[in-house]
């Protein structure tokens, strides 16, 4: 109730801020891309993980306004990030709740590019695999028109909901991120692991390149790059950092 209150307040008083988490290749340990995490940071109680007020945004509704600002904040932000890391191109990703998925959601998302000057393939969007197949037909829908604006979307969390397979092979989708629990268990799990080999096929099978999220260990990372996964995501090589921080991230250890 209390933290309900202060969340009205927290986007004119500037109390939100976004980490980001660097997207690594596994063909080349090149940074391919970012992850954009909101963060929220309370006056008395620090800095809160959006787990705990997520849901508070969505039940009132005030997902929407913190979604425009988070797309309108990464969007300022990308020139500095590219430069920190000393790259030249590569997408920033931008969770959405299903609560975002509306018609209006096509234009916050061409706003944040016209109004930064970025290309389209700067942005990406995430969503989770059940927000994904709550409504098919309205995510096909906006799939389509974020595609025809040139704005991938990935399915994040992807192995955790009941994706209809049918619906999955006609969205078009940018990736496929392999939900951490699978990648937590996949060395100690000969099942976790039959999965994420199997997600690698079936991604790759449509033609997607797939994410292995909280990659945290060596031999992780070992095993997904033999299965042939793309991209892995995770505190092996960096846990979300704010933008200033980003030109410190250690390459040393992947
Ligand atoms: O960063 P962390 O692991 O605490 O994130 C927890 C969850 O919050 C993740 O599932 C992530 O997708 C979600 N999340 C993080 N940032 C945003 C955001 O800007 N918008 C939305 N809708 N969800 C976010
Ligand atoms: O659901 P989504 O994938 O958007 O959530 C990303 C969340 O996962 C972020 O809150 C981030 O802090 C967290 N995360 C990122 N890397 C790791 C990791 O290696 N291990 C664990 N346990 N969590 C991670
Ligand atoms: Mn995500
Ligand atoms: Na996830």
């Not at 927290?10 to 080349?28: K, T």
């Not at 039940?59 to 904040?73: N, S």
Request: with cysteine.
């Amino acid at each position: 109730q209390m933290l309900e209150n202060y969340l009205y307040n927290a986007l004119e008083r500037r109390q939100f801020e976004i980490h980001y988490q660097p997207q690594v290749s596994l063909r080349d340990g090149r940074i391919v891309g970012l992850e954009a995490l909101l963060r929220w940071r309370h006056p008395e109680h620090g800095l809160i993980n959006p787990a705990e007020f997520i849901p508070l945004l969505e039940e009132t509704g005030l997902i929407e306004p913190v979604g425009v600002w988070v797309l309108q904040q990464v969007g300022r932000d990308y020139r500095q990030c590219l430069g920190a890391l000393g790259e030249t191109d590569f997408p920033v990703a931008v969770n959405v709740s299903a609560r975002q998925l509306a018609p209006s959601l096509i234009g916050q998302v061409a706003a944040v590019l016209k109004d930064n000057a970025l290309e389209p393939h700067c942005l990406k969007l995430e969503l989770t695999e059940s927000a994904a197949m709550d409504d098919p037909a309205r995510t096909l829908s906006l799939f389509d028109s974020l595609q025809e604006l040139g704005v991938g979307v990935c399915i994040d969390d992807f192995g955790t909901g009941y994706s209809s397979l049918a619906y999955l092979a006609r969205l078009p989708i940018a990736a496929l991120k392999i939900d951490r629990s699978f990648i937590g268990n996949m060395m100690t799990h000969t099942e976790d692991r039959e999965v994420v080999s199997a997600i690698v096929a079936l991604a790759h099978n449509l033609g997607i390149q797939v994410i292995a999220e909280g990659v945290e260990t060596p031999s992780q990372w070992r095993a997904l790059r033999e299965m042939g996964c793309d991209v892995a995501q995770g505190y092996l090589c960096s846990r979300p950092v704010p933008l200033a921080q980003l030109a410190d991230i250690d390459r040393t250890v992947w």
